[in-house]
């Protein structure tokens, strides 16, 4: 049996899973997400720690002894900053954090978007880790001297249960000082930044080993064997395996908190245009990714911070009746955003309301806005000569068939939901499958253990609609950008 660990932004999620794939037990733990200030966004490191090792324990019991392998996924960009004690120095920050305005303007003029196109494939967002890096050393110089470790989220977790200083390729791809061709760290990024080599970890593929639980965790555990500790990958390249896009040219569409359009490529490339991600895969290979800030976040505002209503299914069910060419748009931009506008200072905007409107026609057009933000990174994919025709979701907004009609509707494109639905939790005991040599190839693996359930196929009428109705959304931004 392997175990996948997902650590993302809400809680961290934990699945046994057998070799052939079925998930023998999963367990979700939660952990506070701590505002400062509007727009920041911070996690104390150990409170992911203490909340999977309680997993843990809750998902090994009975089967302890059949434990092989533990692989691992998790929220990407968050910066972890560790001591000489290995104490952390801060809270961390996190990937939807906005406080770092100033240091992305910064490193995109005056080091310039060319450059860091050259050195790491990518241009400076907020979310990002660098910027982070720089803001502590411009605000906190105390704490910044004292960085020994710096780390991601998910590296953390495996550094407390192996004692091994590691990352992978695919998470530190979002770290904006890492050479993405050639998978290592940029030392002109470190220089930039004023950090050095000896303060990041080594670099490992995400389907490779780094070591083994420490025994004082094994007996924690009550393991009585040793068990493989396969490093894993930021989740989104994560959960693009959890649901079988390895190949190149297959696209998945993530209904996370963030909302994420991933596309596989066999080849490295750079959009110079957008500035779309350019990371490395968990199979070892590359991808292109658009990531929005708000996908079922949006929805999770909407319905419980607003209305209180946690009934998704009801939410939907309404949704549906309503009709489909209505006036109304949203702009999901919640937390300002990143694909494809990279704007901070954008916010959310309700836009068409009439006397005639009820909840039901805002509750689409939140659905809606959220889908046609995710259109338009899709379409730039597709603009970079990239042939897609069928589309995987994932994420917690994937349970939603009617959002997946939706998704197929205004892509026009079919829209695949998997058997198995457990996104970057099951990529992760993937990996962990690889790693331990249970399968030869995350591409073998992923064949053999993911199983597409059903396929929904785009209605013309609404596909008509809907473009005409995205062509109205592109216009509500740039109209009122310069109001944020």
């Not at 993405?180 to 220089?191: A, D, I, L, P």
Request: charged content about 20%; hydrophobic content about 40%.
């Amino acid at each position: 049996m392997y175990i996948g660990i997902d650590l993302g932004t809400t809680g961290v999620k934990l699945l046994l899973v057998s070799s052939k794939g079925h998930v023998i037990r999963s367990i979700s733990k939660s952990y506070d997400l701590l505002i400062p200030q509007p727009s920041w966004s911070e996690q104390n490191p150990n409170d992911w720690f203490v909340q999977t090792i309680q997993g843990l324990k809750e998902l090994v019991k009975g089967n302890e002894a059949k434990v092989k392998g533990i692989g691992f996924s998790g929220q990407m960009h968050g910066c972890v900053i560790l001591d000489d004690q290995d104490q952390s120095l801060r809270n961390a920050i996190l990937w939807n954090d906005q406080r770092t305005i100033n240091e992305v303007e910064y490193l995109n003029s005056v080091v310039g978007i060319e450059k860091l196109l050259a050195l790491t494939g990518n241009i400076a967002l907020t979310g990002l880790t660098a910027p982070k890096l720089l803001w502590i050393k411009n605000n906190e110089p105390e704490i910044f001297s004292k960085i020994s470790k710096i780390m991601l989220p998910k590296d953390y977790i495996s550094y407390k249960l192996t004692g091994v200083f590691a990352t992978d390729v695919s998470d530190a791809s979002g770290t904006l000082y890492f050479d993405v061709k050639n998978k290592c760290f940029s030392k002109e990024m470190m220089k930039i930044l004023g950090i050095n080599a000896t303060q990041l970890p080594k670099v490992y593929e995400s389907y490779e080993v780094i070591g083994t639980l420490k025994k004082d965790i094994q007996q924690l555990l009550n393991l009585p064997n040793d068990v493989l500790v396969t490093i894993g990958g930021g989740d989104q390249a994560v959960g693009a395996v959890g649901v079988g896009i390895v190949d190149s040219g297959s696209c998945s569409i993530s209904l996370g908190t963030s909302g994420v359009v991933f596309v596989a490529s066999d080849e490295f490339k750079i959009d110079h245009k957008s500035y779309l991600q350019s990371y490395a895969h968990s199979n070892g290979k590359y991808h292109l990714m658009g990531v929005m800030l708000n996908a079922a976040g949006s929805l999770k505002w909407w319905s419980e911070k607003i209305f209180q209503n946690y009934n998704y299914e009801d939410f939907f069910m309404k949704l549906d009746k309503t009709p489909i060419n209505d006036s109304i748009f949203f702009l999901p931009y919640l937390t300002g955003e990143r694909s494809p506008i990279n704007d901070p200072y954008a916010t959310g905007v309700f836009f068409g309301l009439r006397l005639e409107h009820r909840k039901e026609h805002m509750d689409r057009a939140v659905i809606e806005g959220v889908t046609f933000a995710l259109k338009e990174s899709f379409e730039l994919i597709k603009n970079l000569g990239v042939k897609i025709n069928t589309v995987r979701i994932t994420g917690g907004g994937a349970k939603s068939k009617i959002w997946a009609q939706m998704i197929a509707d205004i892509m026009n494109v079919e829209v695949v939901t998997i058997e198995i639905e457990e996104g970057p939790a099951l990529g992760a005991a993937i990996l962990s499958m690889v790693g331990s040599h249970e399968y030869e190839s995350v591409e073998e693996a992923c064949r053999i253990l993911i199983r597409p359930k059903d396929t929904l196929y785009p209605n013309s009428n609404n596909v008509t609609t809907y473009q005409k109705k995205y062509q109205l959304f592109l216009g509500i931004y740039p109209t009122i950008k310069a109001l944020f």
